[in-house]
C-alpha cells in the first residue's frame, strides 16, 4: 500500500529542495569530450574524470567494436560459471603489470571492488583504520565487514600512528586510503604510510580512482610518485576515469590475497561479468599507455599552465599534484553562482559546498584534461577572471597589475617560484 512513504519522501524531497541540496543532471547529447553539447549549447568541460582524454578516442572505440565482433555483447554469467574469456585474463594481467602487482581481478566498478575487499579478508579480530576523507565506497565496504573500525584525521600521520598504537592487539590491522582526495586534490602521503605500516605490522591498501594514470612521472600512480612498489599490499581502481571512463573497477595485489577474493568476495562472485566491448576497449587503453608517456606528459603542462596562471590572476588554488585543481570561493551561494555564470560563458565546471566539503569551505573543483589544448584553458581561465571580477572574488586587471608591479619590485631578487 503506497501511500505513507509517499507523503514522507514528498516532504523530504521538498524540503532538500528548499535546502538547495536537491541535485539535477543537465542532460549531454554529444559524446563525453572537451567540447560537448549540453542542453542546446556548446560548452567546454572542466568536470569530467576524463583526465587522459580517452573517453572518445577512437582507437578506443574501435577496440570496443572489435572486441564486440570477435567476443560478442554480454556474457550472461558470473565469472566463475562461464563468464571469464581469455579478453578477461589479459586485461588481469594489463592491470596488475600497470601496479608491478602478482595479480589483478576485475569488478563491475570500483564501487564493487571497495565493496567487496574487506569482507572476505577481515573478521572482528582486525581492524581497519581508514582516512577520514575516504570515498563512500570505502565506508560502504568497512560497513560490511565485522572488523573493529577506526578512522584518522585526512592524511595526519600523528593520528594515524595513535590509532595504530591503539589497535597493536588486533590480528590484522590495514590502514585503508584514497591516493587522491576527489574534493582537494591532495595526494595520501603514501611514503609516510608505508614506514608506519611497517613500524607497526599492518597491511596497506590505497583507492587509485584518481590517481591511476595522473599521479607520478609517468602517471602510474602513487607507488611512482612516493616510490613505495612492493609496500602496498592491494590496489583498487576504475577504469571509468582515466582509463577511459567507460566502466568497471579491480583489485591488483599479493597473491594470495587476490586468490581468496576470487574465491569469496562477493560482489565478484555474484554479479555479472564486464562485457567484452569494455574489457577490449580498455585493454586498448593500456596499449596506448605503454606506447608513449605523451598524454600523461601533456595532463602534467595542463596542470601547471592552469594552476599558475589562475594564482597570477589572483584566485586562492589549493596545492595539487593530481589534475584536480580546487578555487576555493569560501561561500556555498557564491560557488554556485560562479558555476552557473561560468555556464553561460561556455565553461562547464562544478561548485561544491556543505555537505560534500567541510562548512564554509565551497569552492569550484576544476578537472584538467590531456585533451584540453591551450586555447581551450586560457577560454577558462578568461571565463573565471571575468566572472571573479563580476563576483567580486578577483580585483580588475588595472589594479591587479599594479599590485603585481608592486609585487615583482619587491621580490626583484628573488627568482623563485612557490608554486
Ligand atoms: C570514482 C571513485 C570510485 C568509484 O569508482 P566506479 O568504478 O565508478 O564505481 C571509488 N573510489 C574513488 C576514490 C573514486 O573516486
Redesign the pocket.
Known sequence: MYGKIKDHLTAELQSIKKAGLYKTERIITSPQSVEIEVEGKTALNFCA?NYLGLSNSNRVISAAKRAMDTHGFGMSSVRFICGTQDLHKSLETAVSKWFKTDDAIL?A??????GGVFEPLFSENDAIISDVL?????IDGIRLCRAQRYRYANADMNDLETKLKETQAYRFRIIVT???F?MDGNLAPMDKICQLAEKYDALVMV?E??SAGVVGKTGRGVSEFFDVYGKIDIY??????AFGGG???FIAGRREIIDWLRQRSRPYLFSNSIPPAVVGASLEVFEILAESDELHTRLTKNVEYFRKKMIAAGFDVKPTQSAICVVMLYDAKLSQDFAAQMFDEGIYVTGFYFPVVAQGQARIRVQLSAAHNKMQIDKCIDAFVRTGKKLGVVKDAVERDRLNGLQSQLSINKINDSH
Open positions: 574524470n569488478y566498478a570500483c564501487f564493487d571492488a571497495n575516504n570515498h563512500a565506497s570505502i584514497d591516493g587522491v576527489s583507492d580512482c584518481h583498487t581502481g576504475t577504469f571509468g576515469k566502466i568497471g573497477g
